[in-house]
């Protein structure tokens, strides 16, 4: 398994935080693009990096819900700049 160390910025806590409050959701086919209050995010790049890094996840099932991973949580909860998945 591979690990991918993550240096976080202000607009990726930003989004981890806009996730735990139920703000966004991910298309739910297709290239994992993803939504904050309904209008796409500015940064879709950098949206695919959080989720290949594991800090954030589609929820299963129909809805398009994005979710926080438990290393997506932890990172928030840490509140430094590195993350690791």
Known sequence: MTTMTLTLTGR??????????GRCDIAPAGTPD??????????????HAL????L????AGASARA?????GRAALE?????AAA
């Not at 990726?12 to 409050?21: F, K, M, Q, S, T």
């Not at 993803?34 to 995010?41: A, I, K, S």
């Not at 989720?51 to 594991?54: E, F, Q, V």
């Open 67 to 71: 979710l926080l991973t438990g290393a």
């Open 34 to 47: 993803l939504r904050v209050d309904g209008r796409w995010f500015c940064d879709q790049p950098r949206a």
């Open 12 to 21: 990726d806590r930003a989004l981890l935080r806009a996730v735990a409050a």
């Open 51 to 54: 989720i290949a890094a594991g």
């Open 78 to 82: 840490r509140g430094d700049e590195r």
């Open 56 to 59: 954030l996840a589609r929820a």
